[in-house]
């Protein structure tokens, strides 16, 4: 029996393909109506295109239809695949999409320090693609894996899956693959294609999740050894990172602006937030989070030992809206309390 025949048999139990729901409502920052670079910015009226469904994404991509409503596997060497849209898109799936060949390396983030190989690029639903100056949606050479979330609905990786941070890496955040990477990447798909092939059965979707898991589980590894092979690169990162830290400071931003955050830490060294904890969280054993807390509480050591400012002067000096939560976040990371320490420094004296 053909494939198509094969996939006719496949009647699945409820509506697989939703209508569209708004993504929730998220707090913006203010932008000036004048732009970044003080131009006069027009208001955008036209959303990008979304795809909401593999079909319409194959369509869009110029790829026979998906032998499966759920979850397809595209070898473009055979089926190359084009530019979704004429600008920026969005997927209401998983892309899992190893580039091989050197084209766009530069869009990719690819140093001197990084294999040239094959890129593995990975996105999570609803994020918009090719919204980057030199980012290519398409691909001529390598796979691309498009998984619909509801194909993961009732098994432990629809949970697991989002707890992977590369998925919202941005393209220059690619994985860089060395030869023996890529060939286990390209085993792993192979595995899958085989697996699609085959007739549908009462075990196929399990297989199907237990080698995507599989594909997840080497992609963490490659990005571990990859943080490691960019070492010296990331301590330079680091270096930023603090030196950021201390002109906030310095500066009193935090009357004004609050505690330090991620987002405005990676948005000063043009890094994904997601990319940026997992690169300190290799070097120094600490996420974005914990290394603002960890500078955040050497500061409040230094005024507490040399100012005679209260810990209530201190805590709002530092951008803490409560004492309480100052002296709270303080007693779990030095297990005592700000005048306890203040008193021991004291004592010592």
């Known amino acids: ?18 209508p569209y729901l708004s993504a929730p409502r998220r707090t913006r920052r ?4 004048l732009g970044a670079f003080g131009i006069a910015m027009k208001k955008s009226t036209t959303l990008p295109p979304r795809f909401s469904s593999l079909a319409a994404a194959h369509q869009a991509l110029g790829l026979p239809q998906p032998q499966h409503p759920l979850i397809s ?11 979704a849209a004429d600008g920026p898109h969005v997927l209401s799936f998983y892309k899992i999409a190893l580039k091989t060949g050197r084209a766009g390396q530069l ?31 398409g691909c001529q050479r390598g796979t691309v894996l498009l998984v619909h979330p509801d194909f993961l609905l009732g098994y432990p990786l629809a949970k697991t899956i989002k707890q992977h941070g590369f998925f919202t ?9 060395s030869d023996k ?11 899958m294609a085989e697996e699609l092939s085959n007739p549908l059965d009462a075990l196929s979707q399990e297989v199907l999740l237990a080698q995507l898991d599989l594909l997840l ?19 330079v990162l680091l270096q930023q990172v603090d030196e950021l830290l201390d002109a906030y400071f310095e500066a009193q931003k935090p009357l004004v602006q609050g505690l330090p955050t991620v987002h405005y830490l990676a948005e000063h060294v043009n890094l994904t937030p997601s990319y940026l904890s997992d690169m300190l ?10 290394h603002i807390h960890h500078r955040l509480i050497e500061r409040a050591k230094e005024r507490l030992a040399v100012s005679s400012l209260s810990v209530g002067e201190i805590a709002y000096e530092l951008g803490f809206e409560h004492t309480q939560s100052f002296s709270q976040l303080f007693k779990a990371k030095t297990n005592t309390t700000p005048l306890s320490f203040r008193r021991s420094f004291t004592g010592r004296q």
């Open 217 to 235: 589980t080497y992609a963490q590894r490659f990005y571990q050894r990859q943080f490691l092979t960019r070492r010296p690169a990331n301590r």
């Open 169 to 177: 890496y941005a393209t220059n955040e690619a994985l860089h693959l």
């Open 73 to 83: 596997l595209v070898d473009a060497t055979v089926h190359p695949v084009k530019q």
């Open 181 to 191: 990477e890529k060939a286990t990447i390209e085993t792993l798909f192979g595995t």
């Open 107 to 137: 869009a990719y983030g690819q140093g001197h320090y990084d294999f040239t190989e094959g890129s593995l690029l990975l996105a999570a639903p609803n994020q918009l693609i090719g919204s980057v100056p030199g980012e290519e949606s």
């Open 30 to 33: 203010y932008v000036s109506p």
């Open 1 to 18: 029996m053909g494939a198509a025949g094969r996939i006719g048999q496949y009647r699945p139990t409820r509506n697989f393909f939703l």
């Open 281 to 290: 969280r290799s070097l120094t054993g600490q996420n974005a989070q914990q």
